[in-house]
């Protein structure tokens, strides 16, 4: 577990980044422990076995909530992850996808104990005008930010927007072989009309339906935030979305949880 200094540092290098210094390495000696959000158990299942993380207790406040913790210790360099996910809805049964789970979830991990990084996990779609891939991995640059809030109110449209600044993770990136890019979120797992011209006008590549409240709960809380996200769905293709989705989730799945296996790795050795 990180010490209270060190993350009282990280905190420190967060701010230091927001004023436009250099954040190469103004936070990263302090990861000793991460916070990996995510929403979907075939999304967590890989990441949770190839770490080794153990099931553990959500705080007792949180324990009428379905939101699921797992910790995997240090090992060597590797710091401590701390895997949060939402769980499953008790009326339905279906994974707790989207904003509201997720923001629940982020809240649980970041009061169980000092979060040096957070870092919302999964899957996501992309568009074929960004020559997206399926099962490539992305990491969020320069921001995360939301495109179904319409709020035509002066500040409140800011508000809307949401866009969060990311960690700047870009050399580690480069070095993992991802591709950075805007993440965009949105509570619907289709593209209506109205968000096609909010997306294309905000610049976003990725498409999902968590970073963006996972990022507004970890910045509430001065904790540096990233997304990392693997495709699994052509928003233009001709294919429906949810076809797409269910035929390319395990592959997805398993291609982000090689990929934030190696990131952790990196943070360690920072």
């Given at each position: 577990?990180?010490?209270?200094?060190?993350?009282?540092?990280?905190?420190?290098?967060?701010?230091?980044?927001?004023?436009?210094?250099?954040?190469?390495?103004?936070?990263?000696?302090?990861?000793?422990?991460?916070?990996?959000?995510?929403?979907?158990?075939?999304?967590?299942?890989?990441?949770?076995?190839?770490?080794?993380?153990?099931?553990?207790?959500?705080?007792?406040?949180?324990?009428?909530?379905?939101?699921?913790?797992?910790?995997?210790?240090?090992?060597?360099?590797?710091?401590?992850?701390?895997l949060a996910v939402n769980g499953r809805d008790p009326t339905t049964g279906v994974d707790c996808i989207g904003?509201?789970?997720?923001?629940?979830?982020?809240?649980?991990?970041?009061?169980?104990?000092?979060?040096d990084l957070v870092v919302t996990a999964g899957t996501a779609g992309g568009w074929h005008r960004s020559n997206?891939?399926?099962?490539?991995?992305?990491?969020?640059?320069?921001?995360?930010?939301?495109?179904?809030?319409?709020?035509?109110?002066?500040?409140?449209?800011?508000?809307?927007?949401?866009?969060?600044?990311?960690?700047?993770?870009?050399?580690?990136?480069?070095?993992?072989?991802?591709?950075?890019?805007?993440?965009?979120?949105?509570?619907?797992?289709?593209?209506?009309?109205?968000?096609?011209?909010?997306?294309?006008?905000?610049?976003?590549?990725?498409?999902?339906?968590?970073?963006?409240?996972?990022?507004?709960?970890?910045?509430?809380?001065?904790?540096?935030?990233?997304?990392?996200?693997?495709?699994?769905?052509?928003?233009?293709?001709?294919?429906?979305?949810?076809?797409?989705?269910?035929?390319?989730?395990?592959?997805?799945a398993d291609a982000l949880q090689a990929t934030m296996m190696k990131l952790i790795d990196q943070l360690g050795?920072?």
């Amino acid at each position: 577990m990180a010490t209270g200094k060190r993350y009282l540092d990280s905190r420190k290098g967060w701010r230091a980044r927001e004023q436009g210094h250099s954040a190469k390495n103004a936070y990263a000696p302090a990861v000793e422990r991460v916070a990996v959000i995510m929403a979907m158990e075939a999304e967590a299942a890989p990441l949770r076995d190839a770490l080794g993380a153990t099931p553990i207790e959500v705080p007792v406040w949180a324990s009428t909530l379905p939101v699921r913790l797992a910790v995997a210790p240090a090992v060597g360099g590797r710091p401590e992850v701390l895997l949060a996910v939402n769980g499953r809805d008790p009326t339905t049964g279906v994974d707790c996808i989207g904003s509201t789970a997720a923001a629940l979830t982020t809240q649980v991990a970041l009061t169980y104990g000092p979060i040096d990084l957070v870092v919302t996990a999964g899957t996501a779609g992309g568009w074929h005008r960004s020559n997206a891939e399926i099962g490539e991995v992305f990491v969020a640059w320069p921001h995360i930010a939301c495109h179904d809030r319409r709020i035509d109110l002066p500040g409140f449209d800011q508000f809307g927007r949401g866009e969060i600044a990311t960690a700047d993770l870009r050399e580690l990136a480069d070095a993992l072989g991802c591709r950075l890019g805007i993440v965009t979120t949105g509570d619907s797992l289709d593209e209506s009309p109205t968000d096609r011209e909010r997306i294309l006008a905000s610049g976003a590549e990725v498409k999902e339906m968590e970073a963006a409240a996972v990022a507004w709960v970890a910045q509430l809380h001065g904790v540096p935030v990233t997304a990392v996200k693997a495709i699994t769905d052509l928003v233009e293709s001709p294919v429906a979305t949810a076809t797409q989705f269910t035929a390319n989730l395990a592959a997805a799945a398993d291609a982000l949880q090689a990929t934030m296996m190696k990131l952790i790795d990196q943070l360690g050795d920072q």
